[in-house]
């Protein structure tokens, strides 16, 4: 950790409470892990079988280990306090919490799910999300986390639709186009990470991966060409309708299930009888 961090009189901590793909929850202790971590602690943190531990999802805090290592981290370190804020899809501040790292931060997460976590009926044979606009609609890398959401609620099989403008291409992570460029298949991308980790950004590609063994996906950008959506295993097009298309052509049929999510990472997706 930050040597500053442990020769400080008081370590407050700064952030946001939001869903989070495999922390559960963004906030509290993760201003610590990975925020001011050293290289082998993220590592670990972010290691192969944390990522692919069944826990390891948004909206989970009991039994993630993900999380659990954050909060073993933090007691071994130090967080005195934290100023944690909810925001809306305007950007603007909901809920403020502040006051004992844990306590705080689990006041946030109980107000959040509220209005994040949304009681859906079965899977959809399409499902169509966003990374839920600016700013982390920026680069295709983010948008793995809007993929990750849609593939809670689509079926096996099934074509997940996502609209992110991914401005700055890969946004500067080529490790994580390495990992999946050139793979024969979802499990030679496993493969890969699990022989060689650890590897920056291979968390974002194992999530990818464990996305497409369940569902095409159809990425709708402006920014991203054809041939880095192919290398990264994507089907890439111009806009939503031409997307519907394709999806059609996919799946054989156009008699389909739907789902919309127009906030994509932002909501919880809550499936009958637990996600």
């Not at 639709?161 to 490790?175: F, M, V």
């Not at 192919?230 to 389909?256: F, P, Q, S």
Request: glycine letters at 12%; proline letters at 4%.
């Amino acid at each position: 950790v930050n040597r500053y961090v442990l020769e400080s009189d008081l370590v407050i901590g700064a952030g946001l409470i939001e869903p989070h793909f495999f922390a559960g929850y963004s906030g509290g202790r993760k201003i610590l892990l990975p925020g001011v971590a050293g290289r082998d602690s993220i590592f670990n943190n972010h290691g192969f079988n944390m990522i692919g531990h069944p826990r390891a999802r948004a909206g989970i805090l009991d039994g993630n280990p993900i999380h659990e290592d954050m909060m073993e981290f933090m007691g071994s370190t130090k967080l005195d306090f934290i100023v944690n804020v909810t925001i809306n899809k305007e950007k603007k501040i909901t809920g403020i919490f502040t006051g004992h790292p844990v306590k705080a931060h689990l006041r946030g997460v109980e107000f959040l799910d509220r209005h994040v976590k949304v009681p859906v009926k079965g899977e959809a044979d399409i499902v169509i999300t966003t990374n839920g606009g600016y700013p982390l609609d920026r680069d295709v890398y983010q948008a793995v986390k809007g993929m990750d959401t849609a593939a809670s609620v689509v079926r096996e099989g099934g074509v997940i639709i996502i609209a992110s403008e991914c401005r700055d291409g890969l946004g500067g992570h080529e490790e994580f186009l390495k990992l999946v460029k050139g793979a024969e298949d979802v499990d030679e991308i496993l493969r890969r990470i699990r022989e060689n980790e650890p590897i920056y950004d291979q968390w974002e590609a194992q999530i990818l991966a464990r996305i497409l063994k369940k569902a095409k996906v159809i990425l709708v950008s402006d920014f991203i060409s054809e041939k880095v959506a192919g290398d990264l295993l994507l089907e890439r097009v111009g806009n939503i309708e031409e997307a519907l298309e394709l999806a059609y052509t996919i799946l054989g049929k156009r008699d389909v299930r739907t789902i919309v999510i127009p906030e994509g990472p932002y909501v919880i997706p809550i499936r009958a009888g637990g996600k």
